[in-house]
């Protein structure tokens, strides 16, 4: 597992694209600098780990954007110490951007193949979340309360289980659509029986599997 002055220059050059594209938040973009993104792709794709574009992983998952994985990670305004829920572990590259922003990290994902991979190559990278295998959309409710909540799948509704397992000031960020392109939601728990809910702007996200059915919020 090599990183040289190329990649770490080709890092730069990232991070100076997403700030141009309006992320300004200086520990999602040094985290983003920091994170060797070649490590989570096919030797094919190493000339092209650090263009801004979403690339496939295996499974018929991708590896998101760097500019979708920063937007997501600067809406969830994470302080150091935070309890992170991440659903989709993927490669797990959100991960190792949230653990570089001082967040820990409990990462679950359905895909046995993607998670054996990931559970193998983090602690690698020298990254170390906690990883389940399961269905992230009823949350990890032995875990909880959670301060922030990310959903890295397309979700057709937004899971009450989710929303249940945040912490009372928490913050969940989820792309929100049963078609092709979703809402980037950002709920906030402001109590036990209330939330406030924005639409941040349509991106495009892997779906969730389609035999998975949720009560709707």
């Known amino acids: 597992m090599i990183d040289n ?3 770490k220059g080709l890092r730069k050059k990232l991070v100076e694209q997403i700030r141009e594209k309006g ?9 983003i600098e920091k994170v060797p993104r070649h490590f989570f792709l096919d030797s094919s ?4 780990a650090y263009q801004d574009k979403p690339f496939p992983i295996g499974a018929g998952q991708t590896i998101s954007q ?9 809406l969830l305004k994470i302080k150091k110490g935070d309890k992170v829920l991440e659903v989709g572990t ?7 951007i949230l653990l570089e922003m001082g967040a820990k990290v409990f990462s679950i994902e359905r895909i046995k193949l993607l998670y054996q991979k990931t559970k193998m ?3 690698q990278m020298g990254y170390n979340p906690k990883m389940f295998f399961g269905d992230g959309y009823k949350g990890l409710p032995s875990y909880a309360p959670f301060d922030k909540i990310i959903v890295t799948a397309g979700a057709p509704i937004i899971p009450n289980d989710l929303i249940h397992q945040l912490s009372i000031g928490g913050v969940l960020v989820i792309p929100v ?19 406030d809910k924005k639409e941040m702007g349509y991106f495009r996200f892997v779906p969730l599997l389609e035999d998975k059915h949720f009560d709707k919020n």
Not at 23 to 31: H, P, T
Not at 90 to 96: L, M, V
Not at 177 to 195: L, R
């Open 121 to 123: 190559l983090l602690p």
């Open 45 to 48: 794709f190493l000339e092209i």
């Open 23 to 31: 992320i300004v938040d200086e520990n999602v973009l040094s985290a």
């Open 66 to 74: 760097p500019y979708t994985v920063a937007y997501q990670s600067e």
């Open 90 to 96: 993927g490669s797990g590259y959100q991960s190792c």
């Open 5 to 7: 002055y190329k990649h």
């Open 177 to 195: 659509g049963a078609n092709d392109v979703q809402i980037m939601t950002v709920i906030t728990k402001i109590s036990e029986n209330e939330i």
